[in-house]
């Protein structure tokens, strides 16, 4: 692929992203107590052997065709996961009606993100890249819409004087 060729800036665009996912896995690592460190080193291990199985596994597909949709449903499904898993921390802000455990930056870059993309699969008409980041748009507008709702009502509950006068 040239550097002018199509597809060579959204190449570049994916590529940066897994530079500072690494480097926040080696500050993690490094900082990270002996318990935890294990423990991420361990899933760390599971994540590139199951990498390597699906890379390994996918250039065995000898049909072009095949390998790309097998490649761009794997990969649908595991930004739908990516989406969705605040939702075990939606259900966890309506149950307390609170938002202290869902941060606003990651939910708004998060539809941010993926409501670029959605509109970059839909120009270039690429469903692998349009339909999961569609839901993951939809699930970001839900989780904003959610962290206004309930920040409202906390600051509301918050209007409590501090301290009580029993005169």
Request: proline letters at 4%; glycine letters at 6%; one cysteine or more.
């Amino acid at each position: 692929m040239q550097l002018g060729s199509p597809g060579t800036s959204l190449l570049l665009g994916c590529l940066y992203h897994p530079f500072f996912q690494i480097a926040y896995i080696i500050l993690f690592i490094v900082y990270a107590d002996k318990e935890k460190k294990m423990k991420m080193l361990g899933l760390l291990l599971a994540v590139c052997g199951l990498l390597a199985i699906i890379i390994a596994g996918s250039l065995q597909i000898v049909d072009r065709e095949a390998r790309w949709i097998f490649v761009g449903l794997l990969s649908c499904a595991s930004l739908i996961s990516m989406f969705a898993s605040p939702l075990f921390i939606i259900n966890l802000v309506i149950r307390t009606k609170s938002v202290e455990f869902m941060p606003f930056y990651l939910s708004l870059s998060t539809f941010l993100m993926s409501t670029s993309f959605f509109l970059y699969g839909i120009f270039n008409f690429d469903a692998f890249i349009y339909v999961p980041n569609g839901i993951g748009t939809i699930l970001g507008i839900v989780q904003l819409a959610l962290y206004f709702y309930f920040k409202r009502k906390s600051v509301e509950d918050s209007r409590e004087p501090l301290i009580v006068s029993h005169v």
